[in-house]
């Protein structure tokens, strides 16, 4: 009976292990950034596709992408740039290098995540260019 078991899992897991390296990575970004303002904040919503984590391998087996959201607190939208270390973060939290630059209804994000404990510099996926849509 521990046999089959062991041979269950590890047909499963070189599953999702050929799945994840013959399948295409996508991240894919959607083109329109949207900017809520919640009292007195300003916030910059940005939206794509994601490869799932092993925590779904259902959805991995299936090569199915899932919707992520980035949430950025942004201190104006003005026309300019706004450097990564003037995004506010929570303490204890990654922080931000780079810049997000607004030109009109334009924004082009080239940020980097600086990771709290390691301090190594990570690209950030939602890295581009988008058409900036204010909500009401």
Same mark, same amino acid.
């Given at each position: 009976?521990? =046999?089959?078991?062991?041979?269950?899992?590890?047909?499963?897991?070189?599953?999702?292990?050929?799945? !994840?390296?013959?399948?295409?990575?996508?991240?894919?970004? =959607?083109?329109?950034?949207?900017?809520?303002?919640?009292?007195?904040?300003?916030?910059? !919503?940005?939206?794509?596709?994601?490869?799932?984590?092993?925590?779904? *391998?259902?959805?991995?087996?299936? =090569?199915?992408?899932?919707?992520?959201?980035?949430?950025?607190?942004? *201190? #104006?939208?003005?026309?300019?740039?706004?450097?990564? =270390?003037?995004? *506010?973060?929570?303490?204890?939290?990654? #922080?931000?290098?780079?810049? /997000?630059?607004?030109?009109?209804?334009?924004?082009?994000?080239?940020?980097?995540?600086?990771? /709290?404990?390691?301090?190594?510099? /990570?690209?950030?996926?939602?890295?581009?260019?988008?058409?900036?849509?204010?909500?009401?």
């Amino acid at each position: 009976m521990i =046999n089959k078991k062991y041979a269950f899992i590890s047909v499963a897991f070189a599953l999702i292990t050929l799945n !994840i390296f013959c399948s295409e990575y996508k991240i894919k970004n =959607n083109k329109i950034a949207f900017a809520i303002f919640k009292g007195n904040k300003i916030y910059l !919503i940005l939206t794509g596709k994601r490869v799932p984590l092993v925590h779904d *391998p259902i959805s991995i087996l299936k =090569n199915k992408l899932i919707d992520d959201t980035l949430f950025l607190q942004i *201190p #104006t939208l003005k026309n300019g740039i706004i450097n990564g =270390n003037e995004i *506010p973060v929570e303490e204890y939290y990654n #922080t931000y290098k780079g810049y /997000i630059l607004i030109n009109n209804k334009k924004i082009i994000v080239a940020l980097q995540i600086v990771d /709290i404990d390691s301090k190594k510099i /990570i690209v950030e996926p939602y890295n581009g260019a988008y058409d900036l849509q204010i909500l009401k």
